[in-house]
């Protein structure tokens, strides 16, 4: 488990097509960690992940990183397909992801939890409780109440 940034891929179990997440590691890493998964906002015009607002600013990835280690957790960022989110093969590819990391990682089971913003809050609550078994938590900022109608 080598500490900072990996940016990963896996192959989509819905529909074979290869997704990237960003994982950090944090630098103090040992033993069976918590993973924290940051479910994406909604934009307007979605693009493959290496090209999008998930990954390209470089405050955010800083963000990302001290947060890993002031709390000592993984911290994966994922994708979205569509311009709303939230759609079965977003939910499909949060699980993916999950079971991606614990194949290669040393994840805690118990301590799994989901994180998002506006939209991405709505849909980390959607995931939770369609699959309640799985999350110890799951935080939301600011989450909207119905998926939005965002056209490209």
């Not at 924290?36 to 307007?44: E, F």
């Not at 994840?107 to 939770?128: F, Q, S």
Request: charged share 15%.
């Amino acid at each position: 488990m080598r500490p900072g940034q990996h940016l990963r891929e896996f192959v989509s179990a819905t529909d074979t097509s290869h997704q990237n997440y960003l994982l950090d590691i944090p630098e103090t890493a040992a033993g069976k960690m918590g993973l924290v998964i940051i479910v994406p906002y909604a934009v307007t015009k979605q693009r493959p992940f290496l090209e999008s607002a998930f990954i390209s600013y470089s405050t955010v990835l800083e963000q990302v990183r001290q947060a890993s280690n002031q709390t000592n957790l993984a911290v994966a960022i994922i994708g979205a397909r569509e311009p709303a989110g939230g759609s079965p093969a977003d939910e499909a590819d949060a699980l993916d992801v999950l079971k991606d990391i614990s194949s290669h990682y040393s994840i805690d089971p118990k301590r799994i939890y989901l994180y998002g913003v506006c939209e991405g809050g709505r849909n980390a609550l959607l995931l939770a409780e369609h699959h309640p078994g799985i999350f110890a938590a799951v935080g939301a900022w600011g989450p909207t109440l119905a998926a939005s109608a965002l056209t490209a």
